[in-house]
């Protein structure tokens, strides 16, 4: 089971990588295609660094686009989706925004909640979040 510290470094590590570029990672790196042509079809033999795939951030990302995309009962509120723009706004919004800001920038896309409902959000995602960023080995070690 994933604790809750380990659940806060995966979601620092998502707001490192997803926060201020659009999801790209923030490290220095070199497209291969570039460094082709810089070089005029040579592989450089030295300083060429991919960008890093399969990130703790990455899976996170996954883990917030399944939940926004899990499905509702039909004329059910989208739980699901709410918890994920909801953590979206609490986690990837500058943190000089007061929570108030937060809560009108989701009403401006079609999400509007009181105060109470922006933090029940907030503990949906997070609970889906430790569920499914738990390894498969332990869920298999849980059920036996």
């Known amino acids: 089971m994933v604790t809750e510290q380990q659940l806060r470094d995966m979601l620092r590590a998502w707001i490192r990588e997803y926060n201020e570029v ?15 042509i810089e070089h005029k079809g040579f592989v450089p033999s030295s300083g060429y660094r991919g960008i890093p795939l399969g990130t703790i951030g990455d899976k996170v990302e996954k883990a917030m686009q399944d939940m926004a995309s899990t499905p509702a009962e039909p004329g059910e509120e989208n739980l699901m989706f709410k918890a994920s723009m909801v953590l979206r706004a609490y986690y990837l919004t500058p943190k000089h925004w007061p929570e108030e800001d937060r809560i009108n920038g989701l009403k401006a896309i079609g999400l509007p909640m009181s ?21 498969e080995r332990n869920i298999e070690e849980a059920i036996a």
């Open 22 to 36: 659009g999801g790209l990672p923030r490290e220095p790196t070199r497209n291969f295609l570039q460094s082709l």
């Open 115 to 135: 105060r109470h409902t922006y933090y029940r959000m907030v503990q949906i995602g997070r609970a889906f979040l430790l569920g499914y960023l738990t390894p």
